[in-house]
């Protein structure tokens, strides 16, 4: 099981990396393959799977409110120390602390947990995506934006970035399918249909952009600062979530595991996009890298426990 598991995202991220690095491809090319993952095939995918079910098959409350306290008590603490001790302005620590408390949930994770779970893996994830789209990503937007625009007011840049989230596919595919488990509305067979075979494209070329994104990346602001947002998200988040399910609710052993797997996922790519776009290029991109190499290391690891 583990080898079944483990083996094709390696070798898919290792042929993403190959098609980059030798030439058949180039990072436009697969930078378009990761938005068509993120716009059509992850939207499609949700949306087909969350409306097949029922409510009480998709909302796990355990699951959700300690997934959001930890999410939120890591980029509280992060915020805290980039701006402090590391000595970052206000906006630069908005972003940089997104890093040290958000995984690649839906490229990665949907991936992985797919090959692990099949179908149950869209409930976790699902989740896990509201969680980033309504919570965290907003709260790094807020903040960044108002310490950038000085005369720019609180409810101009809230509605902005509102405006925003309704134009993300991913976070509307989630809504929309969790809204049609809600009403009991099925999607007619054609169009189930048509969403499967989008779906089913996700999770091997989600593996196969990260693998060619990370061509050219070098590792130019390895210091304390990087080391901490890696060892934030990929160890210190996994474990809080373990201990938080183990605990605090009466989750399941496999929701147990998918939450603590999410956790432990590299960094996501919107975090060195939203580094670059303000001016932390270096200091998002290195430890983007950091991350992705030990997140799987880390994740395969806890596979390799848990599925042996």
Same mark, same amino acid.
């Given at each position: ?195 499967? *075979?989008?779906? $089913?494209?996700?999770? !091997? /070329?989600?593996?196969?952009? @990260?693998? +060619?994104?990370? #061509?050219?990346?070098? =590792? ?59 001016? *932390?290029?270096? $200091?998002?991109?290195? !430890? /983007?890298?950091?991350?992705? @190499?030990? +997140?799987?290391? #880390?994740?395969?690891? =806890? ?6």
């Amino acid at each position: 099981m583990v080898f079944a598991v483990i083996m094709p995202i390696f070798l898919l991220l290792a042929l993403g990396y190959s098609s980059v690095k030798f030439h058949f491809l180039s990072k436009e090319n697969v930078a378009t393959v990761g938005a068509f993952v993120i716009k059509i095939a992850l939207p499609a995918l949700f949306l087909q799977s969350l409306a097949s079910k029922d409510l009480h098959e998709i909302w796990y409350p355990g699951y959700f409110f300690v997934y959001s306290i930890v999410t939120l008590l890591l980029y509280v603490v992060a915020f805290f120390l980039v701006s402090h001790y590391f000595k970052n302005n206000q906006s630069q620590s908005a972003v940089l602390s997104l890093g040290a408390s958000m995984s690649n949930t839906g490229l990665i994770g949907t991936a992985v947990l797919t090959l692990l779970m099949g179908q149950k893996a869209m409930t976790y994830t699902s989740l896990v995506v509201i969680i980033e789209s309504l919570l965290l990503i907003p709260t790094v937007l807020v903040l960044a934006e108002l310490s950038r625009q000085k005369q720019a007011n609180l409810w101009s840049i809230s509605k902005r970035t509102v405006l925003t989230l309704l134009k993300n596919p991913l976070f509307m595919g989630v809504i929309i399918g969790i809204g049609c488990a809600i009403l009991q509305i099925r999607i007619p067979r054609y169009l189930d249909d048509v969403l499967a *075979l989008l779906g $089913q494209t996700a999770s !091997p /070329l989600a593996l196969f952009s @990260i693998g +060619g994104g990370i #061509v050219g990346l070098t =590792l130019k602001y390895v210091n304390t600062q990087s080391l901490y947002l890696v060892i934030s998200s990929n160890l210190i988040m996994p474990l809080l979530v373990f201990l938080g399910l183990t605990y605090l609710t009466d989750a399941s052993q496999e929701m147990i595991y998918a939450g603590t797997i999410i956790a432990s996922l590299p960094m996501p790519t919107i975090f060195g996009m939203l580094g670059q776009a303000y001016g *932390l290029k270096d $200091q998002a991109l290195t !430890p /983007l890298l950091m991350s992705t @190499i030990f +997140g799987f290391m #880390v994740s395969a690891s =806890l596979i390799t426990l848990w599925w042996s």
